[in-house]
């Protein structure tokens, strides 16, 4: 047997167990000590002839292939391809009634401050209806600054999106990222009635929260967004919320806060880099994440103590607060992204004047303006190429789980959406290690009690463009 016959690999060793990573095939197995050590050797290339069990272990192990494998993908995934943008991002407004202290969105002006009107506002749905192309459904997000503060055009647009799909033959999703601040009855009643999907940016307990999310004058903003979230909560009980970590907040304190307020769905985040701030940028040291490194070990053990316990509540609210799930369930379909996220593809963000954008964050950021929603072209060809061919990531073990990472964060910590962000890149590489460590371990029969439960999804996790 040729060295190149044997498929790249990754040597797992996390909760006192060895687990190889297929990474072409996106599988974790938990193997003993002799194949430990084989795999040792023909990782570190002290040897490339293997006798007869050698190869029949790793064949067992899916890691031998006919023919050389060189990156793990196809030739015909050496071109870009043309993505029909179909989830719009719309800037109602520049503006927003917050003064968070890790604003990337230079206190919600994005540069130029501003609201949308309605002629920009009808021009970008039929924009997007014409960028959907022979697809079947968009999706609409109202963002900001806080969206909210422009209600009366969201409304407009909720109106004329349903008319013109009608139009159209095609259906529209709803989508909304918010403060909480300004929901009341009459909104919460449009928010259900439209059907849309909201997050709410909410940081976690009363002093944390206050600190990092105060109103402009500076009061805290906890106790009016809590207030709110009760009544939305009563209206869409599965409104997640999301939190930014800031120095040594304890993630699971954090969670454990949004949880108590009825949240069931909680994630959290570190604070990224505002490219406003030029500043900043050159002095910016890596985010601190051993915190969170600590918090996804402990995690890991939760999730094969419980699978084992076969506590089925524990799990799903586990898999709701933790952030492994996305990992376990990766593997478990052997499923392999190739984009980190549709900025660039299918996905945009539309300033308040109509400018189309890498993405939501990137509004503002003229390196990154991608054209206009009153023409039809955009130049998004360099962002389509696959994590194959990203002279970097493509080396990495972990390429097909996070696909190079946030364009948004690279470019803050490196200057480069082509760049990935070395904290970032280090907790992706943990998630997937332990996610590794979690599905190694499992038989048929915990894979089974996973999905009759509904722990984890029946389904890949694909990239969804839209």
Request: aromatic letters at 8%.
């Amino acid at each position: 047997m040729q060295a190149h016959e044997v498929k790249p690999f990754h040597l797992v060793y996390e909760q006192g167990c060895n687990c190889v990573l297929n990474i072409q095939d996106m599988q974790a197995r938990e193997v003993d000590s002799p194949t430990w050590d084989l795999l040792g050797k023909l990782s570190s290339q002290v040897s490339t002839d293997l006798d007869a069990p050698a190869e029949q272990k790793l064949r067992e192990l899916g890691l031998v292939t006919h023919g050389e494998v060189k990156s793990g993908h196809k030739a015909s995934q050496d071109k870009t391809e043309d993505y029909p943008v179909l989830n719009m991002a719309m800037f109602l407004t520049q503006s927003c009634n917050l003064d968070c202290v890790y604003c990337y969105g230079e206190g919600g002006s994005y540069g130029s401050g501003g609201n949308m009107d309605e002629q920009t506002a009808f021009q970008a749905v039929d924009w997007l209806l014409q960028q959907s192309g022979k697809k079947k459904k968009i999706h609409v997000g109202f963002f900001g600054g806080e969206p909210f503060l422009n209600f009366p055009l969201m409304q407009k647009i909720a109106d004329y999106a349903h008319k013109r799909c009608q139009e159209e033959d095609k259906k529209v999703a709803f989508h909304a990222t918010t403060n909480g601040t300004l929901l009341d009855s009459e909104k919460i009643e449009f928010i259900r009635d439209n059907e849309i999907s909201v997050m709410v940016s909410i940081d976690g307990p009363r002093e944390i929260h206050d600190a990092q999310r105060p109103f402009k004058n500076g009061q805290g903003s906890y106790d009016r967004i809590v207030a709110n979230c009760k009544d939305l909560l009563q209206a869409k009980p599965d409104t997640p919320a999301h939190a930014v970590l800031m120095g040594d907040n304890d993630p699971e304190m954090v969670k454990r806060a949004l949880l108590e307020i009825g949240f069931a769905d909680v994630s959290v985040t570190s604070a990224s880099s505002s490219l406003f701030d030029e500043q900043a940028r050159q002095e910016k040291k890596d985010r601190d994440t051993e915190i969170i490194f600590r918090e996804l070990e402990q995690e890991a053990g939760q999730w094969m103590e419980y699978i084992r316990a076969r506590d089925s509540e524990s799990l799903k609210k586990l898999k709701h607060k933790g952030q492994l799930l996305m990992g376990i369930t990766t593997l478990l379909h052997n499923s392999k992204r190739r984009h980190p996220c549709g900025a660039g593809l299918g996905l945009v963000g539309v300033s308040a004047e109509g400018g189309v954008y890498l993405c939501h964050r990137f509004v503002g950021q003229e390196e990154y303006k991608l054209g206009t929603v009153f023409e039809d072209k955009l130049d998004r060809q360099p962002y389509q190429e696959s994590v194959d061919l990203h002279p970097v990531c493509s080396k990495c073990f972990a390429r097909y789980y996070c696909a190079g990472g946030c364009k948004h964060d690279n470019a803050g910590s490196c200057g480069s959406v082509f760049s990935p962000a070395g904290d970032m890149c280090r907790l992706r590489c943990q998630e997937l290690e332990l996610a590794a460590s979690v599905v190694g371990r499992l038989d048929e029969e915990d894979v089974q009690f996973l999905n009759v439960q509904d722990i984890v999804p029946r389904k890949p996790c694909p990239l969804d463009f839209g």
